[in-house]
């Protein structure tokens, strides 16, 4: 297997179990589970944060004492094992521990194959977009299976498809992998304990941060509540799942296409983008609170969702030496990808309580203050990249 295709591969069977935990586990919760929104919201955001504290701190101490491959490998491990202790009937309790636990475990995978795509972009030349393709394609597999299975049966088939996903996750990151992420990336490093505060110290560093956070986090109320917004309208569940879809088909087609339209376009004017599109999505959203106005909404996620994405992934890739690499994926997991949507998480499933459309509009919020940083910042990040 060449470099390119396990790189693909990675990214595709992470997904697919990413495409059954971020849409439908508060929902899972809620039918399977029998727990209130507002109860799944107290989990799930409890939930992100072990996962932001897991990729700040677990992650870049793992990747001192083991290689990228053994990190990837032993969290995938690890959340095979917890997956299965939902098996059982469980009070609120054991769920909360249970999900805390798995939150803290699992995600770790993420920033493991992130750190694998920097370090082949940097050794071997390999497409990041065209792996990460495949990552969005395992995403609608899982997406269209979870569709089919509910309907069928009942939600509880969700946690089956999550026990199966990373069953086929472990066989595969047990194959044969690259060189070079079988090696420790930080190992070169001299200075190990200084590597937050050298990425700290970078200014545009922590700008180009700050906008992925805001741009990230303004997904929480579509990641928790998007599943339960379309089934509050009464759509059946195989309909959810191509609805949901929609969204990770014009991701694909964003990121079989980025390598080759963002070539030389600067990290600032993707980001800007990006947070116009956000905005237009969440507005959207709460002016006209329907399915219809929802579907049309799902075409904007390759660009609120995958710019913003592929925007910190080339600024690293070009602006963070190949040391601080792991540490830096580590921060955009734990603070953009996870602590953001964790804090998000709780105001908007309060808002989402009293009303839907007002859970969205808060997310408009996070997408605008984006935007002004990055109208104010831009000359200065654009420098950075020239």
Known sequence: MNNQRWLSMSFFVFFFTWGIFLPYWTGWLTSAKGLTVTQA??????GMIARSFSTFFLFPYAMRNMSLLRVIRWTTLLSFIVALAYLPESPFSVLFGLTVLFSAVYPIIL???????????????????????????????????????????????????????LGMALLFFYQQAPEVVQQSPVAESTAQKGQLRALFADK?????????????????????????????????????????????LFEIIF????????????????????????????????LFPVASVFIATQMLHSISFGMAHFAFVQYISK????????SA???????AMSLSVAILTFP????????????FLSMAACSIAALMLILWTKQRISHKND
Not at 348 to 358: I, K, M, T, V
């Open 41 to 46: 919201s107290i989990i799930m955001g409890a």
């Open 111 to 165: 920033p493991g194959v992130e750190s694998g795509a920097s370090l082949l972009m940097q050794h071997e030349r390999i497409h990041y977009g065209k792996s990460r393709s495949f990552g969005s394609i395992g995403y609608t597999v899982a997406l269209l299976l979870i569709g089919s299975v509910t309907a069928i049966w009942n939600e509880q088939a969700i946690l089956y498809m999550m026990i199966i996903g």
């Open 255 to 286: 990121f079989t296409q980025a390598d080759r339209l963002l070539v030389g376009v600067k990290t600032s004017t993707i980001f800007l983008i990006a947070a116009t599109g956000s905005t237009i999505r969440w507005i959207s959203i709460f």
């Open 319 to 326: 602006n963070v030496p190949n040391y601080l690499i792991a």
């Open 329 to 335: 994926q580590g921060i955009y997991a734990a603070v």
């Open 204 to 248: 545009p560093f922590v700008i180009v941060l700050c906008i992925a956070i805001l741009l990230q986090g303004a997904h929480a109320s579509y990641y928790n509540y998007g599943f339960i917004f379309l089934d509050d309208m009464g759509i059946n569940g195989f309909y959810i799942g191509v609805i949901l879809n929609i969204a990770v």
């Open 348 to 359: 908007a499933g309060y808002l989402y309580d009293q009303s839907p459309r007002f859970a």
